[in-house]
């Protein structure tokens, strides 16, 4: 199944022409006689359109499941509701409901209140003649997308086949840019083709979004120059000004070097950082410029000129064309030139630099960003463009808003500068970031991602922790996401610089950090047993088996340990253990550091020992060295031969496959000599629905002998 990553921008009204495509079974060259239609409606002829309005969503749902699929709105019965329906696929109904015989009537009306409730693509089933009723209404105000079902088929609106038509849905849903071309709708007079007699009649044009394999009659593109795209969008937009009906027209450039350059070619006078007003005639001739003016001029404006478009485009590398160096649109200005009246400008080049994320509109009215969510026509070229999306999906915002609500609960880490766990996703108790854990090591917030992110989630997250760190008067963070999914792990600095010397901070202790591999050095969901360590190690003899970078001997020793002794295979890794005992004034003296393989080194091990704690936190699976559900019974034999008498050994594991029971049971089995004395609790910072497969530490104490 395909990922749909824009199922909540995209909202499809779905329209079902039943009697579409009647004719043909009985070579009648089309649906719209009468006597035919009468015979359709008395059962006499197979309906053709319902079968390929099956074809199309049988596609879809193939593709894409039910439940990832965007947001359907129709008319009920035999004209949308009936086929969505049969699919189990999701949909909202119009209050319009078709009569018992459907007529073109029945398509105007039906239409009419898809528009009216926003959508922004049509679907429709049905031939040309349904092609024609419903240009007479959209003409370009509104992208449609033909399923072939008539009999004569000759506007170049349709998909070749329903399934064709279903695959360009696919790609808009997957983020593929996809082109928006004008394409004629033609119908001829079926009773002269009756005759014998083709008369074919352009009845307009219409916006398709498009896809070269799928759409009939498509050209193909170049590639991009810059300048000469710029000036084709120039060419564009003199094009649009001069077809414009009404004037005086009042044109608001928005700041940006696109739309900027496109001043400049049509000969206004502009400013790059400013938005710049120009009213012009049907010759286009400058009847008045304003330059650089503040939101209560443009106010001012819109209220006054009944004609207006804005002319905007995406600043910076996030995508916003609202909400980014253009405050002075303020909402009502945007409320009353409307996202119709609005022509966003941009390269195709910028906008594969956004990797598919949406163009984000932030009006600070989160009623008018709703309003304006969607897809929506981006000029990219002379008579080109592409159906983007803009705006960010309403899970998105909420998962934002979560993130940003446990941040506040933990406020006080950002003024004491200690490390912790801020959100943790994966314990199932924030829906929807499950994929997610984040954390603070000072200075820096740091995400960790288990897969790829919601698409505009990190753009929102920092828009809105800069909001938050503002109003805290603390200095904006830095901000590193790690992708733990990709193979190797990536990280990405999303803002502000890493420290050359980043550390966690943990009870006045410091611990180096790295960003060069999966794990960056210090593990915050350990809180219980560093605690435990404090009140357990005094004069005690310690094993801190795959020591790693050494946390747990820094805490060991700190609090008293007579010795420790650390072994890990990762010698690189011990030597930053090294550097954090002398970076908190630990001596080394009575610390040793043993890049060794543990499973070879049982016997050096023991005649080190015994010990009086004994610390086992491996890794769930290291390819190579160690793999929990085969090795950690053989670590857990040898604490016979390690563990002093009265000493006690902590085991933990942290792979959810292995409930606490189980463990607890794998290890009785193993160390009969030893009685269980507890489970540390996990840190509060790291709730969990299923708390049996939470991380497990588990503290066994061995029995003395007797006397």
Same mark, same amino acid.
């Given at each position: 199944m395909i990922t749909a990553i824009h199922k909540d921008l995209l909202r499809i009204g779905w329209l079902v022409n039943p009697l579409a495509g009647i004719g043909g079974a009985v070579a009648n060259k089309g649906s719209d006689d009468y006597a035919i239609q009468q015979r359709a409606h008395r059962g006499e002829l197979i309906l053709h359109a319902p079968l390929r309005a099956g074809q199309f969503l049988a596609q879809l749902t193939q593709n894409i499941s039910c439940d990832n699929l965007p947001q359907f709105i129709t008319t009920g019965g035999v004209m949308g509701a009936q086929y969505l329906s049969e699919y189990n696929i999701q949909h909202t109904l119009t209050d319009f409901y078709p009569a018992s015989q459907t007529s073109a009537q029945d398509t105007l009306a039906a239409l009419d209140h898809l528009i009216t409730a926003g959508i922004d693509l049509l679907v429709f089933v049905g031939g040309d003649g349904t092609a024609r009723d419903i240009c007479s209404v959209v003409k370009q105000s509104l992208p449609v997308l033909g399923v072939p079902s008539g009999v004569k088929m000759h506007s170049g609106v349709f998909g070749v086949t329903p399934q064709a038509a279903a695959m360009v849905v696919i790609g808009l849903l997957k983020g593929e840019l996809t082109a928006l071309r004008l394409e004629e709708v033609r119908d001829i007079d079926e009773q002269k083709l009756r005759e014998g007699r083709v008369n074919s009649k352009h009845f307009g044009e219409m916006l398709i979004p498009a896809e070269n394999r799928f759409i009939q009659h498509v050209k193909q593109g170049g590639v991009e120059v810059e300048e000469l795209v710029l000036l084709d969008i120039a060419a564009e937009i003199r094009e649009r000004i001069e077809a414009h009906e009404g004037f005086p027209l009042c044109l608001i450039f928005a700041p940006g070097s696109t739309t900027q350059f496109i001043q400049k070619e049509l000969g206004f006078s502009e400013s790059l950082l400013g &938005?710049?007003?120009?009213?012009?005639?049907?010759?286009?001739?400058?009847?008045?410029?304003?330059?650089?003016?503040?939101g209560q001029i443009l106010l001012d404006v819109v209220n006054k000129f009944q004609? &207006?478009?804005?002319?905007?485009?995406?600043?910076?590398?996030?995508?916003?064309?609202?909400?980014?160096?253009?405050?002075?649109?303020?909402?009502? &200005?945007?409320?009353?030139?409307?996202? $119709?009246?609005?022509? &966003?400008?941009?390269?195709?080049?910028?906008?594969?630099?956004?990797?598919?994320?949406? !163009?984000?509109?932030?009006?600070?009215?989160?009623?008018?960003?709703?309003?304006?969510?969607?897809?929506?026509?981006?000029?990219?070229?002379?008579?080109?463009?592409l159906l983007y999306p803009l705006g960010l999906t309403t899970n998105c915002r909420d998962m934002v808003k979560t993130v940003l609500a446990e941040l506040t609960r933990k406020k006080d880490v950002f003024f004491h500068?200690?490390?912790?766990?801020?959100?943790?996703?994966?314990?199932?108790?924030?829906?929807?970031?499950?994929?997610? $854990?984040?954390?603070?090591?000072?200075?820096?917030?740091?995400?960790?991602?288990?897969?790829?992110p919601p698409v505009g989630f990190t753009e929102q997250l920092l828009m809105m922790l800069a909001e938050l760190f503002s109003e805290w008067q603390i200095v904006f963070p830095? %901000?590193?996401?790690?992708?733990?999914?990709?193979?190797?792990?990536?990280?990405?600095?999303?803002?502000?610089?890493?420290?050359?010397?980043?550390?966690?901070?943990?009870?006045?202790?410091?611990?180096?950090?790295?960003?060069?591999?999966?794990? /960056?050095?210090?593990?915050?969901?350990?809180?219980?047993?560093?605690?435990?360590?404090?009140?357990?190690?005094?004069?005690?003899?310690?094993?801190? !088996?795959?020591?790693?970078?050494?946390?747990?001997?820094?805490?060991?020793?700190?609090?008293?340990?007579?010795?420790?002794?650390?072994?890990d295979m990762n010698r690189q890794a011990l030597e930053t253990g090294r550097r954090n005992h002398i970076?908190?004034?630990?001596?080394?003296?009575? /610390?040793?550091?043993?890049?060794?393989?543990?499973?070879?080194?049982?016997?050096?091990?023991?005649?080190?020992?015994?010990?009086?704690?004994?610390?086992?936190?491996?890794?769930?699976?290291?390819?190579?060295?160690? /793999?929990?559900?085969?090795?950690?019974?053989?670590? !857990?034999?040898?604490?016979?031969? !390690? %563990?002093?008498?009265?000493?006690?050994?902590?085991?933990?594991?942290?792979?959810?496959?292995?409930?606490?029971?189980e463990f607890k049971l794998l290890i009785e089995e193993c160390c009969p000599e030893f009685v269980f004395e507890k489970r540390l609790e996990p840190s509060p910072d790291f709730p969990d629905t299923q708390i049996e497969r939470a991380l497990k530490m588990c503290i066994y104490r061995r029995r003395k002998p007797h006397k």
């Open positions: &938005v710049d007003v120009v009213m012009v005639d049907e010759n286009i001739k400058v009847l008045d410029t304003f330059c650089d003016v503040n004609f &207006v478009k804005l002319i905007i485009t995406a600043i910076g590398g996030q995508g916003h064309i609202i909400g980014r160096g253009n405050q002075q649109l303020l909402p009502s &200005v945007l409320a009353k030139i409307g996202k $119709s009246n609005t022509w &966003v400008v941009a390269t195709k080049t910028k906008l594969e630099a956004l990797q598919r994320r949406p !163009l984000i509109f932030d009006s600070s009215d989160p009623k008018l960003d709703a309003d304006w969510q969607g897809f929506m026509p981006v000029i990219c070229g002379y008579r080109d463009q500068q200690d490390s912790r766990r801020l959100l943790h996703g994966r314990g199932g108790c924030f829906p929807g970031l499950e994929w997610c $854990s984040v954390d603070y090591f000072a200075p820096v917030v740091f995400i960790t991602a288990f897969q790829e830095t %901000v590193l996401l790690q992708r733990r999914f990709c193979k190797p792990v990536t990280y990405e600095l999303l803002s502000g610089d890493l420290p050359k010397d980043w550390i966690a901070s943990w009870n006045n202790l410091s611990f180096e950090l790295n960003n060069q591999y999966q794990n /960056v050095g210090f593990f915050l969901d350990a809180e219980p047993l560093r605690r435990w360590l404090v009140e357990n190690c005094l004069q005690a003899r310690v094993l801190n !088996l795959f020591a790693y970078t050494c946390a747990f001997s820094v805490v060991a020793s700190h609090a008293g340990a007579q010795s420790v002794v650390n072994i970076s908190n004034s630990i001596s080394t003296k009575s /610390v040793r550091f043993l890049p060794h393989n543990i499973f070879k080194s049982w016997g050096k091990l023991k005649q080190l020992g015994p010990y009086d704690v004994v610390i086992i936190d491996p890794p769930s699976f290291q390819k190579g060295s160690f /793999v929990a559900v085969n090795d950690y019974s053989k670590v !857990l034999r040898r604490m016979d031969s !390690l %563990v002093a008498a009265g000493g006690r050994f902590v085991a933990c594991h942290n792979a959810p496959e292995l409930t606490f029971s």
